[in-house]
Every structure is written in C-alpha cells, then in structure tokens.
C-alpha cells in the first residue's frame, strides 16, 4: 500500500520527554561493552504493522552505522532514491532485502552496505543486532550496529541513493528531539501513530526512527 502524503505536513502530536543519554555512554569502548554485556531492556512496539494486511514477512537488514568521529560518534544515513518502489525518497540505512547467499543477517547489512554507499567491510566493527522490526511494506528488518572506523571513501550507487548525511549520535539520543505525528488510516482502520526527528534540512522518520528509538532505549537501560 502506497500512502500520498508528506509526513512533514502533518501537526506534531506530543513530544517524547526523556532525557537525554548521558554523554559517557556514547563512546565506542562503552558501547561495545554495553553490547557485550546487554542489560535487561523492553524494545517499544512499533505500529508499521497497521499499514498492511501482510502475514509473511520478507527478511532484510540494515547497517546503522556509527561513525568514530573526532569530536564524538556520528550516524550515516541515507536519503534514498525518488524512484525506488519502498520508502522512496526517505531517509534510511543502509540496507536490503537478505540473499541466499549471504549467510547471516551481519552478512546482508555488510554487503548492502558496500553495494549502496561503497563502504568496505574492512572499516566495519560489528558491535551488536538490535530487535527485528516489521514494516508496512512487507520486510522484517534486523538491524545491525557497527562502528566505523574513518577514513573511508565511500560511493554511492545513484539507483538506489540519492545522498548521504551524518547527525551526531547525542542528537539522536536525546528523546526529547522525538516527535510523535499520526494520520488516519483508509477505510476507517484508526491511526498510525510515527516517531519524527527533525535534523536540519533532514526529516527522519518511519521505520528509521522507530529503529533509532529502540537503540535509544537499549542505551538508556
């Protein structure tokens, strides 16, 4: 199903309220510990589900990369091409639908990876898999948490992505820059309730912030 709408025209709802994640978390020796070691932690149920009738479920993977940055650790997102048939012109990670051949979620995230933004493996530190995330568009998606060791080149693949963007990690993890927008379903089906997190030009939203929401969650516990 195919909604036309822009997202951003939508009036905000509510804002989430939590603080943010303290600074200290948010370096890599501590991340990768926290990964290690996960505490006990509850992922916040997401509603992609109420845009489908869908019962099986397509598997996919996607990178959430965090790069190691000097003055802190950045995420690098996607804005992805205009054409594509899902989540076109939306901001993503980077990501794809598993293949046969590839082995293993991690190797999925890896590969799509280098396929769409050209990052080479060799600058990946895989860290942790956060929980699979259902989308309205049929996929269930494992996210996959690296760190990424700079520098890298990176090239992108016009097909499928229209441009790259960095944000700082502590912008993402701060909850009170999470809005909560909503529209109404066809057919009287009720409303899907979204995570928005504006940044700059950028509009994040969707699935990407719902997945962001949950390694907010995971770093806070």
Known sequence: MKLKFNPE?????SLATEAAVPASRLSA?????????????TP???????????????PASVLIPLVMRDQGLTLLLTHRAAH????????????????????SVVETALREAEEEVGLHRKHIDVIGILPEYRTGTGYQVT????????PFELKIDASEVAS???????FLMDGRNYQRRAFDLPNGQ?????????????FIWGATAGMLRNLFHLLRA
């Open 143 to 150: 996210p996959v948490v690296a760190l990424i060791q700079p």
């Open 84 to 103: 594509l048939n899902d989540h076109a012109g939306q901001i993503s990670f980077p990501g794809g639908r598993c293949e046969d051949s590839d082995g």
């Open 29 to 41: 020796d501590w991340l990768r510990q926290h990964f290690l070691q996960p505490p006990t932690w």
């Open 44 to 58: 916040e149920l997401a509603d992609e589900h109420l845009l489908s009738t869908i019962t099986s479920f397509k």
């Open 190 to 202: 009720g409303q899907r309730v979204f995570y928005a997190i504006p940044y700059q030009q950028h």
């Open 164 to 170: 790259l963007f960095e944000v700082p990690l502590s």
């Open 9 to 13: 025209d939508l009036p905000v709802q």
